[in-house]
């Protein structure tokens, strides 16, 4: 990053365990709060985003034609349960916001055991665990409760009430912009519309929200924008609203599922060559940790929407363990137990490496390209003796040099040479400052 030492971390150890334990506490405030499409448990959570990152509050009316969608109504709940002939409760959405299907019509009647199971759903493979279902077009009624209370019921009749309103009114997205030295932006989305789920929609919230502090202090030669959206049609409006600047985007990352102890997950740009593909693959390659890079495909989170053939922004995925990939996935027991703040912690420096390189990442001109300048007369060669960082520095300047004919950015150096991107970066700098090197021209 412009600035900095490319070389030293920009946080200690105990920096990164502040940010850790910081993000995981904003997610033990957020987790309860019942998050859809729209309503009032989105709007309180962009209200705690905004308190921690000062983003701005979109509001996008229903029935607000965006594309092929539609924004739906907004969904407010306030109660639900299911009481037995006895009248106690045997679900209750006050135990649980995920008892209650996302988007369900209000409803309120006394029913069969029969006529209500089609309206209950359970996970017979984890009897414990609730599933997560939303049924956001079209319109219906669901409970979801752990299997082995299903199998508890008896035959009988059963009251059931789901208080809750569909109607016109807004949908949310949170935006924060932060200016560069140039007018290019780099793209940071994560969704925010589902309920207490912790790895599959809080972690990447509170990345994304820490990055941003973060960024805010450092600085940026690129614009930095992030996006907290409700999934799918979130994306759609702000690309909608910002059709006439996406050239700008030079780089972007969804974040998604970032809490979990499972190796880093990159998903391709639709472009699979775009800077933020490169960079991501070199970050994480730079790290001893394994690491799994996942072709693009149309399917998954947001990048479904920024890379569609209108778009095809250069925009990736960054996950831990994917969705689907992990059994907690969509259910209960993706809780508060099941992400720690130290793989929070290792996520946040993971995207804070991407981002380092793709600040970075610059074509540079050798001004004196006949023959190997004099190193040594200009103290950059064999002064130090022999240690391991020294033959790195000393590597990196004969690379950065050889290579530097404006046909190959620093990126392409790094790739081709093995030495860390920190490393040719910093050659760069020092060959720049001794005039044996210029950036060229955008
Ligand atoms: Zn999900």
Redo the contacts with the bound molecule.
Sequence with gaps: MAGSSARQPERGVAGAEDAGAEMYRWIEELYPLCRSLTGAGQRRTLEILRRLTGLAIQEVPSGTQIFDWTVPREWNIRDAYIKDARGRKIVDFADSNLHVMGYSAPVSRRLSLAELKPHLFTLPEHPDWIP?RTSYYREDWAFCLSHRRLLELEEGDYEVCIDAALADGKMCYGELALSGERAEEILISC?I??PS?AN??LSGIAVAAMLARQLSRSPRRFGYRFLFAP?QIGSLAWLSRNEDCLARVRAGLVL?CLGDGGAFTYKKSRRGDALTDRAARRALAETAAPFHTLEFSPFG?DERQFCSPGFNLPVGCLMRTP?GGFPE??TSADNLDFIRPEYLAESLERCRAILRIVEGERTMINLNPKGEPQLGKRGLYGSVGGGAGGREREMSFLWVLNLSDGAHGLLDIAERSGLPFAAVESAARELERHGLLQERAC
């Design positions: 997560y969704h519309c589902h789920l599959d929609n999934g998604a989170y969705h996935y969509h």
